[in-house]
């Protein structure tokens, strides 16, 4: 059977207290939302519908994509009315999924071991014992222990309330019969909605049978009503995440207080000190220290190389053994050889640096090509921007520059080339020459300070 999946998220939130669609606040820099169609993509679904209802524009701007149907629940009457929006445009050979917008966290294998109980005679429940039920829905067994029913928290009688088995509102069917259950849907119950929790009872009393699932851990199923579980989701995520970095050979010197934005990879013996951000898709190469207070976006760091404390890499590629900052601030389509040195407070931009080169003090190197082995003075500049277009420098290998240089682009520095302190380089360097573009210093004997009138 081919997977359809429906994602619930056209609620509102109201106790986010937002602006912003509580489906579109974010985990770990992803909204919530985005979360969940990920778990659906993982599972190679041939249609992802999605509910939209409160923001429906925002949601659907926001998260376009080829592979998802968004359908539109103008009035939220229930989770039952919620899949039925999305129904019609479900084939019906299928089996459908159900997951919801506002949780996040659920795993792959999870879904995939609930969708290993779906058949045309059966129905997979994800549910999940807990410790205090208040809230859920709870699933009724007869005394055999067979799933009747789902009755929920305002609907249930105080025995039921006793039952500390919830559903978790995950849920996989055949998609044959679904259209038919959720026309019988009525609203005559304590919330005046839909619900899509009373389909079970249809498809016992239809013959079919209810298997449950649980996932591994509580957290997978959790939502987020308000900015206090969002926060508590967010450090379930942290949590687990830094604990594959640490398993795949990272020490995090407190994994609290690393926190991962994307896909990160991680080689052995890699070191992260605390209050590290990394954000986007970052590779760290074995042994590669990150010192603290670093932000890494969208990067890849080889083998060895060092990154001091308050450094911000975004967009930039770093081969093996460099050593960077303190305070660096390497931006995009920065590439460094190995080796490299880039010292405190350096800003780097569209700069190719070979091998062995040094920029160590309070520089901005910006579309610009550096050889191998070069020496870039404190202080140097490029000048690569005329206020309308930008341009290269280029330096050769072996390349001095002086401190405090400005170097005028385009310009080309030969192989070899030195420039004095305190240049204004406007002209190209040929290869060995030293080039000294100053004012040339007078002495003046005799000189008399101004004195106080
Ligand atoms: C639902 C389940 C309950 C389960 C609980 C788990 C039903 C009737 N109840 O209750 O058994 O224990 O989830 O958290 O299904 N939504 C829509 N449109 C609607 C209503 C809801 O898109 O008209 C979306 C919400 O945005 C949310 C999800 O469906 O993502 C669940 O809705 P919510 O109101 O939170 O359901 P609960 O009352 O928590
Ligand atoms: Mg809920």
């Known amino acids: 059977m081919t997977l359809e999946v429906i994602i619930l998220a056209a609620g509102q939130g109201t106790r986010m207290r937002s602006a912003l669609p509580k489906v579109l606040h974010p985990v770990a820099g992803k909204a919530m939302v985005a979360h969940a169609i990920d778990a659906a993509r993982a599972l190679n679904p041939s249609k992802i519908h999605v509910v939209i209802g409160h923001g429906a524009e925002l949601v659907r701007e926001r998260h376009a994509a080829d592979d998802i149907n968004f359908v539109v629940q103008t009035e939220q009457l229930g989770t039952g009315h919620a899949v039925a929006q999305a129904q019609p445009f479900v084939d019906a050979a299928s089996t459908v999924l159900v997951l919801y917008g506002d949780v996040p966290l659920i795993q792959t294998a999870t879904l995939e071991r609930l969708l290993t109980l779906v058949s045309a005679q059966q129905i997979g429940l994800l549910t999940v014992n807990l410790a205090d039920p208040t809230g859920y829905g709870r699933i009724v067994r007869d005394s055999a222990g067979v799933v009747q029913a789902i009755v929920e928290q305002k609907d249930a009688s105080e025995a039921q309330k006793a039952i500390c088995e919830g559903n978790t509102g995950i849920l996989a069917m055949p998609a ?28 016992v009393g239809d013959g079919l049978v209810v ?28 949590q687990r995440e830094t604990e594959k970095l640490m398993r795949a050979g990272a020490t995090l010197l407190d994994p609290a207080r690393v926190d991962v934005r994307g896909e990160v990879t991680v080689g052995k013996d890699v070191l992260i000190d605390v209050n590290v951000i990394l954000q986007g898709r970052v590779e760290l190469a074995d042994g590669v220290e990150i010192g603290a207070h670093c932000v890494l976006k ?11 404390p308050f450094s911000h890499i975004e967009g930039a590629q770093l081969a093996a053994h460099c050593d960077i900052g303190p305070y660096a601030r390497l931006r995009s389509g920065t590439t460094l050889a190995d080796g490299v040195k880039v010292g405190n407070f350096v800003e780097t931009k569209k700069a190719q640096i070979a091998a062995g080169s040094k920029v160590n003090h309070l520089s901005y190197i910006g579309d610009a090509e550096v050889g191998t082995n070069c020496n870039i003075g404190a202080g140097t500049i ?17 390349v001095f520059i002086g401190s405090n240089n400005a170097l005028v682009a385009p310009v080309t520095i030969g192989h070899g080339a030195t420039t004095g302190a305190g240049s204004t380089v406007t002209q190209d360097v040929p290869e060995a020459n030293l080039a000294v573009g100053r004012a040339k210093q007078r002495n003046i004997g005799n000189w008399k300070r101004p004195s106080k009138q």
């Open 211 to 238: 298997a449950t699932e649980q996932p591994s851990s509580e957290q997978e199923v959790l939502g987020a009503n308000d900015r206090v579980q969002l926060a508590q989701l967010e450090r379930f995520y942290q």
């Open 176 to 203: 044959a019969r679904l259209g038919e259950w959720l026309g019988r849907l009525s609203n005559s119950n304590a919330q005046g909605e839909y619900y899509l929790t009373d389909v079970i009872a249809m498809a």
């Open 382 to 398: 490029t000048c690569n921007y005329d206020g309308v277009n930008k341009f290269k420098t280029v330096l050769g290998n072996d």
């Open 298 to 308: 969208d990067c890849r760091i080889g083998a060895g190389t060092v990154v001091k």
